[in-house]
């Protein structure tokens, strides 16, 4: 391929690219040296005259065939070699496949073609093709390319407009690599290929921990409020026990200007909790913060606007926010204390019995679902002994609470997990293993 067009070694920006520039500046354990990528791949290589059938069966290999993160090819296709044959990207059995999309890029959508029927293959053309030259493996150029230092680079000289952006081949053809000799690139894959298989089997464990850990406070509510002792209780509708009542709504006009106060909106309330992390303030008027400012123990729950997944969505109030108000989809139900445990009612609004309660009640004639005041004060709710409610509220509530400690315990587990990776792949470009 011309070097024409080809360009210096600066970014965009002008400044020295990150590979340049790492190349110049460290040093390589003996024997290694620096190239670059079109020294030892050819790039997209021209297909030769194939002679076969038209309806001979060939690999095809659609971008959503290949694993993120660089899992592999999956779900490789055969399609006729007639279907195929014009219009796709052609590759032989060895040659790396690069992404040149985004998203796909950024995700790690990189493999080696393997298993090729007749050892060649067409897939989509938003791959660029790399072809390792004699004396590299094709390994090296796939585990380089798949370090996230090299893909976030390449993001600097994408083309095209937005949502259809590509990595052009210059950005491919100049990129730097550290080589060291065959067999040390063998040793070296070699070692990756173990590391890596390491890391996606304590990956797999530690997401499967944390599915678990997921799924354990459903299972908790559900071996209360589907108990025997459970169906024993009376129930009452919720108009009976408390008030209910809808917010402001938001508009333009309520920026805030003289007396504005914090806000909580849909976003804000979740199952269970409240997410304070970013609290809206609206304009309003003295009457409406004495009329919807919220109190502790108010139940929030969420109208839904349509959306399965949002109805009836609910947390407790207590008091985190000073004069704080609530927007019209999330509607307050303020219990009498004496007779109702606000908690115990949000735990079992969150149940599967509750959820399924609310879930039919909003049910529209379009096919949507919302609720409302009116249909907030028609559920029916477990009422039993203001005692039992708290002790029930107490239990559930510890059990809540250990559980979110072990699934943040896990999700750190599973976030340095994800990072090591990036940190072997580092490693072994530095000669350091």
């Known amino acids: 391929m011309s070097d024409r067009g080809l360009p210096d070694q600066t970014g965009p920006t002008g400044a020295t690219d990150a590979c340049s520039r790492g190349s110049k500046d460290r040093p390589l354990p003996d024997g290694w040296r620096w190239v670059q990528l079109r020294e030892v791949c050819d790039l997209n290589p021209r297909r030769p005259e194939l002679r076969r059938e038209e309806i001979a069966l060939t690999t095809f290999i659609p971008m959503s065939a290949v694993e993120e993160g660089g899992g592999g090819i999956k779900r490789p296709e055969q399609r006729q070699f007639r279907e195929v044959r014009k219009g796709y990207t052609y590759f032989r059995e060895g040659d790396v496949l690069f992404a040149k999309i985004t998203p796909c890029m950024q995700n790690g959508k990189h493999a080696i073609a393997r298993g090729l029927l007749n050892g060649v293959g067409f897939g989509s053309t938003e791959f660029h093709v790399l072809r390792p030259r004699e004396g590299i493996i094709s390994e090296w150029i796939l ?62 464990a530690a997401e499967a921990q944390l599915d678990a850990a997921k799924q354990l406070p459903a299972s908790f509510l559900r071996a209360v409020f589907n108990s025997v002792v459970a169906q024993q209780w009376p129930k009452k509708p919720i108009h009976e026990v408390s008030s209910v009542a809808g917010g402001i709504q938001k508009s333009p006009s309520r920026a805030p200007s003289v007396f504005h106060r914090p806000f909580l909106t849909v976003r804000n309330v979740q199952r269970g909790w409240l997410d304070l992390t970013n609290i809206e303030r609206f304009e309003i008027t003295p009457n409406e913060l004495e009329r919807c400012r919220l109190q502790k123990g108010d139940l929030l729950v969420v109208e839904g606007n349509g959306s399965r997944d949002h109805i009836g969505r609910n947390a407790i109030f207590n008091n985190e926010i000073e004069d704080c108000i609530h927007q019209n989809h999330v509607i307050r139900v303020r219990f009498d204390v004496s007779k109702v445990d606000s908690e115990f009612i949000s735990l079992y609004l969150n149940s599967n019995d509750g959820r399924a309660q609310m879930l039919e009640k909003a049910k529209t004639t379009t096919g949507l679902y919302t609720l409302s005041v009116n249909k907030v004060e028609e559920l029916e709710i477990p009422v039993p002994h203001l005692s039992e409610q708290h002790s029930v509220a107490a239990r559930l509530s510890e059990q809540m609470t250990a559980v979110e400690q072990t699934r943040k315990a896990l999700d750190a587990q599973l976030a340095a997990i994800n990072a090591l990776p990036a940190a072997l792949l580092r490693h072994a470009f530095q000669g350091a293993v």
């Open 143 to 204: 585990r380089f390319i798949l370090q996230p230092r090299v893909l976030e680079e390449a993001t600097a000289y994408f083309s095209g407009s937005v949502g259809q952006q590509r990595v052009p081949e210059d950005y491919l053809l100049q990129l730097r690599l550290p080589l060291p000799p065959l067999a040390e690139q063998k040793r070296i894959a070699g070692i990756l290929n173990e590391q890596m298989a390491s890391v996606e089997k304590a990956r797999a």
